[in-house]
T-cell receptor, first 115, second 116 residues
Framework: DTEVTQTPKHLVMGMTNKKSLKCEQH?????MYWYKQKAKKPPELMFV???????INESVPSRFSPECPNSSLLNLHLHALQPEDSALYLC??????????????FGPGTRLTVT | AQKVTQAQTEISVVEKEDVTLDCVYE???????LFWYKQPPSGELVFLIR??????QNEISGRYSWNFQKSTSSFNFTITASQVVDSAVYFC?????????????FGQGTRLTINP
C-alpha cells in the first residue's frame, strides 16, 4: 500500500480564519513533507519532518505552522492567510530521511482558496 | 547548485503517436538520483521511476521507457503508442540532500495532451 491520504480535498477560508490540513500515511515512513503548488508551477518544498522532528523549514511565513503528532500523521495549521496563499497543498512521505534513494509518495492534495 | 530543465512546456499529439519528454539536469554530486512523476488533473503526483547515477541501464515498463545518459546529463522519457489517459503534467526531479534530509529539485514540468 503506497497511499498517502489528505483531508480536506477542498478548503475555502477567510483571511481571519484558523484551519488545519491533515495528512496520514501507514507505510511506516519516517520522513514527511509539505509542498505548496501554484497553478502551472512545480511543487515547492515548505517543511520536512524526519523521525517526527522538523528538519527543514524553507523560510515559510509563520502563518503556516506544521505539526507531526506521531510517525503517521502530519498537520499544517493555517492562520491569517493571504489570498496569495491560495494553492494546492501536497503532502508526501518517504521511507527514510537522508541517505538512500527513496522516492517520495504524494497524497492527492488539498486545494485551498483564501478569500 | 542543482537544477532540472524541462524545455518543453507543452506537447500535444494524436493518440497512438510516440512522444518523448526531455529532461536535462545539473549537479556536482557524484552520486545522485533522478525521478519522473506524473500529475494528472486530479492533482496527485504519481511516482513513475527512479534512476541512480551509477546505473545507466535504460528501462522499459510497458509503453513507458527511459533513456539515461550521463554524458549529456539527460534523463528522457518516452511514451510509445500514447493514449488519452497519458494526458497529464510530467515532472522530472533530481534528489539532493540538504541538512540531512532528502529534497527534490523539480523541473518546470511538461504538460502533455493526447488528443483522440
Amino acid at each position: 500500500d503506497t497511499e498517502v491520504t489528505q483531508t480536506p480535498k477542498h478548503l475555502v477560508m477567510g483571511m481571519t480564519n484558523k484551519k488545519s490540513l491533515k495528512c496520514e500515511q501507514h507505510m511506516g515512513h519516517r520522513a514527511m513533507y509539505w509542498y505548496k503548488q501554484k497553478a502551472k508551477k512545480p511543487p515547492e518544498l515548505m517543511f520536512v519532518y524526519s523521525y517526527e522532528k522538523l528538519s527543514i523549514n524553507e523560510s515559510v511565513p509563520s502563518r503556516f505552522s506544521p505539526e507531526c503528532p506521531n510517525s503517521s500523521l502530519l498537520n499544517l495549521h493555517l492562520h491569517a492567510l493571504q489570498p496569495e496563499d491560495s494553492a494546492l497543498y501536497l503532502c508526501a512521505s518517504s521511507p527514510r530521511p537522508g541517505q538512500g534513494a527513496y522516492e517520495q509518495y504524494f497524497g492527492p492534495g488539498t486545494r485551498l482558496t483564501v478569500t | 547548485a542543482q537544477k532540472v530543465t524541462q524545455a518543453q512546456t507543452e506537447i500535444s499529439v494524436v493518440e497512438k503517436e510516440d512522444v518523448t519528454l526531455d529532461c536535462v539536469y545539473e549537479t556536482r554530486d557524484t552520486t545522485y538520483y533522478l525521478f519522473w512523476y506524473k500529475q494528472p488533473p486530479s492533482g496527485e503526483l504519481v511516482f513513475l521511476i527512479r534512476r541512480n547515477s551509477f546505473d545507466e541501464q535504460n528501462e522499459i515498463s510497458g509503453r513507458y521507457s527511459w533513456n539515461f545518459q550521463k554524458s549529456t546529463s539527460s534523463f528522457n522519457f518516452t511514451i510509445t503508442a500514447s493514449q488519452v489517459v497519458d494526458s497529464a503534467v510530467y515532472f522530472c526531479a533530481l534528489r539532493g540532500v540538504i541538512q540531512g534530509a532528502q529534497k527534490l529539485v523539480f523541473g518546470q514540468g511538461t504538460r502533455l495532451t493526447i488528443n483522440p
